[in-house]
């Protein structure tokens, strides 16, 4: 007969604290950790009974959950190995083997170490307990069932007790705080998702039926995981049917999914597991965090960033591995060269996956793509070694559907799209409605143009013109189509450069103000059948507006204004009959200010070429004032025909009408200004 008491060495004010700071953030673990104990149990029977050393039937094997709210009490049982009152002892009153002084100051810098410590997993328990009976009775032959109890204070008792089969029984009377655990559905929910895929029967109440309107409990036992999920079984074995129901299980309110991989791997480490290609469209975050990761069957977490490289997490599925190290509350994941080995491994299958679909199918992956393509984006970006692995079937498509492979397209478009200097010119468009008329100058010069409207289309532009020698990609509405692929360098002869002058500052004088915008106005010769105004803006500074809604350290960026260009065409029959007008109404005004300037600039040239060859010492002061005052002359003149010029602009209606429907086909014309367009659009009618 034993009956004791005991110190169990480890007080609750010094054990307690260390479990909860390091191991068990979160109570509701405690439920996984014992009945993943009672599941090992019942496996070390199923071991030893294989090799001969368990006499007689194992009988029904299976582990019970059982609340009794009247009680307060919440037990989970099993029929597997028991322990003796010597066992007890060893593993769950000497934590590991050690006392308390040892103990703490083994793991007081960092109890995240502690591993595969029998015992740890049992002490959860008092995070929601006031008290805990052990009840447990070992296959040896011959065994006396034992009773331990403990209500979270050093000391134990332990005293012989009356158990008819092999086995143990926790019992954790819950305490006033956790009465939460005393409920069915929050258990239902506990056990759902942490032990579905345990490989020993769990068993939670009874099985319900609807009768006379009213579910009902029956007989049967109420199984509530699946011993052999798909993950363990041999891919052979299995239909594309089985892959797709074990996903909608998985995650019911998804879409189908694209692709998948079975992961079955013995060497040189242990990983097994299915990985899904779901449905991504634009929105990263959303996809994160479902795959799901266990270590033999029994779930760890969903956050899998520590073993998977980033990408990765855009996938969906399970991965199963004793290899992956963790603590004891298997909830933290530790730095071990085994993660990076499984890491690569999945990056390799996920890569190799894509690239046999893609060969041995390659329409089925050209229909998936824009499902595909934001995963695939993101690995090019974010792992350095993916590009080299995905350069093969990572796809470019175009405004017309028509998908190429990265060196297709180099190659379909080099002749037409080869600039002046070697440069190959990639054209896309991101929003082909909002940039149409861009898009069809470039395409009726017989330029291609790429749609590149994903997430993160923006900064993958710029890693394939870092990847890709003397090559440039550049939005429609980045240039007139005719400087979007300059050819030969463009002649400017001085009568041109005048007119082009007068005309940008007469546009420029009746520009509306748009908020956070800035407009540089220009003119240059663009053909008969081009539009008369072109709104372009720079792509060196959308693109780095694009980073900074990516990137923190760029937010900068995001505060600047927008940078357009507004670019009057002189080849218009509209914009000719603008300057045909100014000619003919300011010739007379601008004639005198003209050859003024004329004689102020020849005169300034004239003084600062005789104050080049002089030393700065030798300038006298009346020299510098006579260079300030032909400056100060200039300024004034330029003024002055800057006045006549917006002077007229205010009475031409041409010009501000052609700069608005400029700014409305850019979606670029708002308030005030849209309500004049329409106004003078009226009257113009």
Same mark, same amino acid.
């Given at each position: 007969?034993?009956?004791?008491?005991?110190?169990?060495?480890?007080?609750?004010?010094?054990?307690?604290?260390?479990?909860?700071?390091?191991?068990?953030?979160?109570?509701?673990?405690?439920?996984?950790?014992?009945?993943?104990? %009672?599941? /090992?149990?019942?496996? @070390?029977? !199923?071991?030893? =009974? *294989?090799?001969?050393?368990?006499?007689?039937? #194992? &009988?029904?094997?299976?582990?019970?959950?059982?609340?009794?709210?009247?009680?307060?009490?919440?037990?989970?049982?099993?029929?597997?190995?028991?322990?003796?009152?010597?066992?007890?002892?060893?593993?769950?009153?000497?934590?590991?083997?050690?006392? %308390?002084? /040892?103990?703490?100051? @083994?793991? !007081?810098?960092? =109890? *995240?170490?502690?591993?595969?410590?029998?015992? #740890? &997993?049992?002490?959860?328990?008092?995070?929601?307990?006031?008290?805990?009976?052990?009840?447990?009775?070992?296959?040896?032959?011959?065994?006396?069932?034992?009773?331990?109890?403990?209500?979270?204070?050093?000391?134990?008792?332990?005293?012989?007790?009356?158990?008819?089969?092999?086995?143990?029984?926790?019992?954790?009377?819950?305490?006033?705080?956790?009465?939460?655990? #005393?409920?069915?559905?929050?258990?239902?929910?506990?056990?759902?998702?942490?032990?579905?895929?345990?490989?020993?029967?769990?068993?939670?109440?009874?099985?319900?039926?609807?009768?006379?309107?009213?579910?009902?409990?029956?007989?049967?036992?109420?199984?509530?995981?699946?011993?052999?999920?798909?993950?363990?079984?041999?891919?052979?074995?299995?239909?594309?049917?089985?892959?797709?129901?074990?996903?909608?299980?998985?995650?019911?309110?998804?879409?189908?999914?694209?692709?998948?991989?079975?992961?079955?791997?013995?060497?040189?480490?242990?990983?097994?597991?299915?990985?899904?290609?779901?449905?991504?469209?634009?929105?990263?975050?959303?996809?994160?965090?479902?795959?799901?990761?266990?270590?033999?069957?029994?779930?760890?977490?969903?956050?899998?960033?520590?073993?998977?490289?980033?990408?990765?997490?855009?996938?969906?599925?399970?991965?199963?591995?004793?290899?992956?190290?963790?603590?004891?509350?298997?909830?933290?994941?530790?730095?071990?060269?085994?993660?990076?080995?499984?890491?690569?491994?999945?990056?390799?299958?996920?890569?190799?996956?894509?690239?046999?679909?893609?060969?041995?199918?390659?329409?089925?992956?050209?229909?998936?793509?824009?499902?595909?393509?934001?995963?695939?984006?993101?690995?090019?970006?974010?792992?350095?070694?993916?590009?080299?692995?995905?350069?093969?079937?990572?796809?470019?498509?175009?405004?017309?559907?028509?998908?190429?492979?990265?060196?297709?397209?180099?190659?379909?478009?080099?002749?037409?799209?080869?600039?002046?200097?070697?440069?190959?010119?990639?054209?896309?468009?991101?929003?082909?409605?909002?940039?149409?008329?861009?898009?069809?100058?470039?395409?009726?010069?017989?330029?291609?143009?790429?749609?590149?409207?994903?997430?993160?289309?923006?900064?993958?532009?710029?890693?394939?013109?870092?990847?890709?020698?003397?090559?440039?990609?550049?939005?429609?509405?980045?240039?007139?189509?005719?400087?979007?692929?300059?050819?030969?360098?463009?002649?400017?002869?001085?009568?041109?450069?005048?007119?082009?002058?007068?005309?940008?500052?007469?546009?420029?004088?009746?520009?509306?103000?748009?908020?956070?915008?800035?407009?540089?106005?220009?003119?240059?010769?663009?053909?008969?059948?081009?539009?008369?105004?072109?709104?372009?803006?720079?792509?060196?500074?959308?693109?780095?507006?694009?980073?900074?809604?990516?990137?923190?350290?760029?937010?900068?960026?995001?505060?600047?204004?927008?940078?357009?260009?507004?670019?009057?065409?002189?080849?218009?029959?509209?914009?000719?009959?603008?300057?045909?007008?100014?000619?003919?109404?300011?010739?007379?005004?601008?004639?005198?200010?003209?050859?003024?300037?004329?004689?102020?600039?020849?005169?300034?040239?004239?003084?600062?070429?005789?104050?080049?060859?002089?030393?700065?010492?030798?300038?006298?002061?009346?020299?510098?004032?006579?260079?300030?005052?032909?400056?100060?002359?200039?300024?004034?003149?330029?003024?002055?025909?800057?006045?006549?010029?917006?002077?007229?602009?205010?009475?031409?209606?041409?010009?501000?009408?052609?700069?608005?429907?400029?700014?409305?086909?850019?979606?670029?014309?708002?308030?005030?200004?849209?309500?004049?367009?329409?106004?003078?659009?009226?009257?113009?009618?």
């Amino acid at each position: 007969m034993v009956s004791q008491k005991g110190h169990i060495g480890i007080t609750t004010e010094n054990i307690f604290p260390v479990i909860k700071k390091f191991l068990y953030s979160d109570h509701e673990i405690f439920l996984r950790e014992i009945v993943a104990n %009672a599941v /090992d149990a019942t496996q @070390k029977l !199923k071991t030893l =009974a *294989a090799k001969g050393e368990v006499k007689g039937e #194992l &009988g029904e094997l299976n582990v019970e959950v059982k609340i009794d709210a009247e009680a307060g009490t919440l037990t989970v049982s099993d029929r597997g190995i028991g322990m003796t009152a010597e066992e007890i002892d060893r593993y769950i009153n000497q934590i590991a083997f050690s006392g %308390a002084t /040892d103990f703490l100051e @083994k793991y !007081k810098d960092d =109890a *995240a170490t502690i591993i595969g410590h029998f015992g #740890l &997993g049992f002490y959860s328990t008092f995070m929601v307990a006031k008290q805990v009976d052990i009840v447990t009775r070992s296959h040896q032959e011959g065994a006396q069932a034992v009773k331990w109890s403990c209500d979270g204070t050093p000391e134990f008792t332990i005293e012989d007790a009356e158990r008819a089969e092999r086995g143990t029984d926790i019992i954790l009377h819950i305490d006033d705080d956790n009465k939460e655990f #005393l409920e069915k559905g929050r258990i239902e929910t506990l056990l759902n998702k942490y032990c579905r895929f345990l490989p020993i029967p769990v068993v939670f109440g009874r099985k319900t039926e609807w009768k006379d309107g009213t579910q009902v409990e029956t007989e049967e036992p109420n199984q509530v995981n699946d011993t052999t999920p798909l993950w363990t079984k041999t891919p052979s074995s299995l239909k594309d049917e089985d892959y797709q129901k074990f996903y909608r299980d998985l995650y019911p309110m998804q879409d189908e999914p694209l692709f998948w991989i079975h992961l079955n791997v013995d060497y040189p480490f242990n990983l097994t597991g299915v990985l899904y290609f779901p449905k991504i469209k634009n929105n990263i975050e959303v996809h994160r965090n479902k795959i799901q990761l266990y270590c033999n069957q029994v779930f760890v977490t969903d956050s899998v960033e520590n073993i998977v490289p980033d990408f990765l997490t855009l996938l969906h599925g399970v991965i199963d591995s004793p290899d992956i190290p963790l603590n004891v509350s298997r909830s933290y994941l530790q730095s071990d060269r085994n993660v990076k080995k499984i890491s690569q491994y999945i990056t390799k299958k996920a890569a190799d996956r894509l690239s046999g679909i893609f060969k041995n199918d390659r329409e089925q992956f050209e229909r998936k793509w824009d499902d595909l393509k934001l995963f695939i984006h993101y690995g090019i970006l974010s792992e350095p070694d993916f590009y080299d692995k995905a350069k093969s079937f990572a796809l470019l498509k175009d405004i017309d559907g028509k998908c190429y492979t990265y060196d297709e397209y180099k190659e379909a478009v080099k002749e037409a799209q080869t600039d002046k200097d070697g440069n190959l010119i990639c054209l896309y468009t991101n929003n082909r409605e909002a940039q149409f008329a861009h898009v069809e100058a470039a395409t009726a010069k017989g330029y291609n143009v790429l749609l590149l409207d994903g997430q993160l289309d923006a900064p993958l532009v710029s890693e394939l013109e870092r990847k890709w020698e003397k090559t440039r990609f550049v939005r429609v509405d980045g240039d007139t189509v005719e400087r979007l692929i300059q050819k030969a360098d463009s002649k400017v002869n001085e009568a041109d450069e005048a007119v082009r002058e007068n005309l940008s500052q007469v546009f420029k004088a009746v520009l509306p103000k748009v908020e956070k915008v800035d407009f540089h106005v220009e003119a240059t010769a663009m053909g008969e059948e081009a539009q008369p105004v072109v709104i372009t803006q720079s792509e060196y500074m959308r693109r780095m507006k694009e980073m900074a809604q990516l990137q923190q350290g760029m937010s900068f960026y995001g505060e600047m204004p927008d940078m357009y260009s507004l670019v009057l065409n002189t080849d218009h029959r509209l914009v000719k009959s603008v300057n045909e007008e100014l000619n003919g109404n300011l010739a007379e005004r601008l004639a005198p200010i003209d050859a003024e300037l004329r004689g102020l600039e020849a005169r300034r040239q004239a003084i600062e070429t005789t104050q080049q060859a002089m030393k700065a010492e030798e300038i006298t002061e009346d020299e510098k004032a006579e260079l300030k005052k032909v400056n100060d002359d200039i300024a004034a003149q330029r003024n002055l025909r800057e006045t006549a010029l917006a002077d007229y602009a205010r009475t031409n209606k041409i010009v501000p009408q052609l700069i608005d429907l400029a700014l409305l086909q850019n979606g670029l014309l708002r308030g005030e200004a849209l309500n004049a367009f329409v106004k003078r659009s009226v009257e113009l009618i």
